[in-house]
């Protein structure tokens, strides 16, 4: 499987990007997709996940519950992570993967806030 994500930029405090991530179409499940972040020095962190699934439970850190929202179209294989209130320490490298037999990971995409 590969990954395409996009909607990374620059944006000041308090304002709004939306990226995505799209699963190229292969034969295998998947089970789950989602969002992490890196900052240079530090290991990637969780942002948010999404169960594939029926169910289509969403997980998030606890530093961007109730201004991050992680989405699904299921028939594309394609999520969205809507960021709202931008703080200039939400500024990382986001990296998208997908769970099927095993995590793959997408290239990263850069998203700087200014304060």
């Known amino acids: 499987v590969q990954l395409q994500a996009s909607g990374g930029g620059l944006v000041q405090a308090g304002g709004s990007l939306r990226l995505s991530c799209a699963a190229s179409q292969n034969p295998f499940i998947i089970n789950g997709m989602g969002w992490y972040r890196q900052t240079p020095g530090s290991q990637r962190e969780l942002v948010a996940a999404i169960a594939m699934d029926g169910s289509q439970m969403t997980r998030y850190s606890d530093s961007v519950k109730g201004r991050f929202t992680i989405s699904r179209d299921g028939g594309k294989n394609t999520i969205y992570l809507q960021m709202n209130s931008l703080k200039p320490e939400d500024t990382a490298v986001y990296y998208c993967?997908?769970?099927?037999?095993?995590?793959?990971w997408g290239q990263g995409t850069q998203v700087t806030v200014s304060s």
């Open positions: 993967y997908v769970d099927q037999e095993r995590r793959t």
